[in-house]
């Protein structure tokens, strides 16, 4: 008897091929709908699902494999004499290779007019039923689900070397390929924030060198149709290959640059700004992030939310950077830029995702979840606590440093002055430390400067230390127990603070 394969794929990328030489192989072929008009119109024989079912396909396709003469044949076990003599009984021939990809949710969720009912209507039911009866025989049965398997499998079939393994590798591929697709159907449907299990689903981008360090194995994945401002959807047009170390660096300084709306640059070294400046230009606003911290710049990562120019690209070619990230380069930029020839120019859209999204990080055995950060000044309560109301330069300057001080790992302050940061204290063990980091850094700049902080002060010391270095006024999210200490010493230095009752914890 005749192996016999099945054939039923949305993706027609390489069938006529597949079929082609299946046929020549001596297997008896059985398909559908489509997929047999394709094989049809190749010139190979095909027989119609129907025939071997006996029942004819109704309800639109919905119902045309999901028949005991197809699941019988794939999940019949051939060393069992039992399931043997029952297919016989039954008058079930096997079913020895099934070729199955499903029908294409993931794009058409995709689509910007798409409808609830369209939407519903793409969910396979058949496709991944037969997938799962195939790979789970695979002992018996050689299930392909990557079109870009074919040409392997046929090898294989060919020089009689499709092994106990080779069909164990192509059966994990569809368990993942099909609980991908469920993921995906189970995130569409999904109105809960939170819901009682949380399945999600990335798509592998690249293997990477390596991960953090030399000694760790690592890849970059993206989740499915993820739309806006993404390291996953840039574009790479110049410089070497990404690592797992400038992925993390880029994505900081990529969510740094999304806070503002003017034309503005951002330095970011090790996960934290270390020059953030905002000008009319440009240039202006690039200047300004490199005078912020000069030394630290220095093989970086720079993001900015403007076409780059010739003129800012020949002002970024005058230090070593590991990466620079802007929307657009112009032609004369490019050539600049790739001049240097390890130097890597991205250019991801600065349209920031529509609606809310999540943050996961792991844990040893689980994830946590949470709302992504959007919070801002305009969603704050703000009160001035004292005496001196800040002047409107000075409330300017303390903007820009609540937005910079968000994305500076806790405890964190940072000093601001006309449009640019002076100094940065990140990730220190108390609030104080963090401060004078963020003043030395300033040095005689942080005269007549502003100062934040992603939390409260629960001592008045923090303000002593910005006093004394010449801060004019502080924004801080309030809410301390000692609030009262610190406005007092405010008060007595002159120092204008306003507290937002927000704060931005970044561990």
Partial sequence: MKKRALLSVSDKQGLAAFAKQLHELDYELVSTGGTKRSIEEAGIPVMSISEV?????????????LHPSVHGGLLAKRSSEDHMTQLDELDIQTIDLVAVNLYPFKNTIAKEDVTEAEAIENIDIGGPTMLRSAAKSFEDVTVVVDPSDYDQVIEALKHDQLTHDVR???????????????????????????????TVTYEKVQSLRYGENPHQT??????????????????????????????QDANAALEVVL???????????????????????????????????????????????????????????????????????SDEAIEILTAKKNLRLLTVTMDKPEGQTH??????????????????????????????????????????????????????????????????????????????????????????????SDAFFPMPDTVEAAAEAGVKAIIQPGGSKRDQDSIDACNKHGVAMVFTRMRHFKH
């Fill in 359 to 452: 943050k996961l990080t792991s844990v040893h055995g689980g994830l946590l979840v949470q709302d992504t950060d959007e919070g801002s000044l305009a969603d704050a309560e703000l009160e001035v606590a004292t005496d001196r109301e800040p002047t409107e330069q000075e409330m300017h300057d303390l903007k820009l440093s609540w937005q910079v001080v968000k994305h500076v790992k806790s405890n964190a302050i940072v000093i601001a002055k006309n449009d640019r940061t002076l100094g940065v204290g990140a990730g220190q063990m108390n609030r104080v430390g963090a401060a004078k980091i963020a003043l030395e850094q300033a040095g005689a700049q942080a005269q007549g400067s502003v100062m934040a």
């Fill in 259 to 329: 806070e503002f709306s003017e034309p503005a640059a951002v330095a970011v070294k090790h996960m934290n700004p270390c020059g953030v400046g905002v000008g009319e230009t440009l240039y202006d606003a690039y200047t300004k992030a490199y005078e912020g911290d000069p030394v630290s710049i220095f093989g970086g990562i720079v993001a900015l939310n403007r076409e780059v120019d010739a003129e800012t690209a020949s002002k970024l070619k005058e230090i070593f950077l590991e990466i620079i990230i802007a929307p657009s380069f």
């Fill in 218 to 247: 690592a890849a970059f994945y993206k989740k499915a149709n993820e739309k806006g401002a993404s390291l996953a959807n840039a574009e790479q047009l110049h410089g070497k290959e990404l690592s797992y170390n400038n992925i």
């Fill in 168 to 198: 164990r590798q192509l059966a994990s591929k569809v368990f993942r390929h099909t609980a991908n697709y469920d993921a995906m159907i189970a995130g569409y449907m999904t109105e809960e924030p939170f819901p009682e299990t949380y």
């Fill in 53 to 65: 079912t006996e029942f004819p396909e109704i309800m639109d396709g919905r119902v045309k494999t």
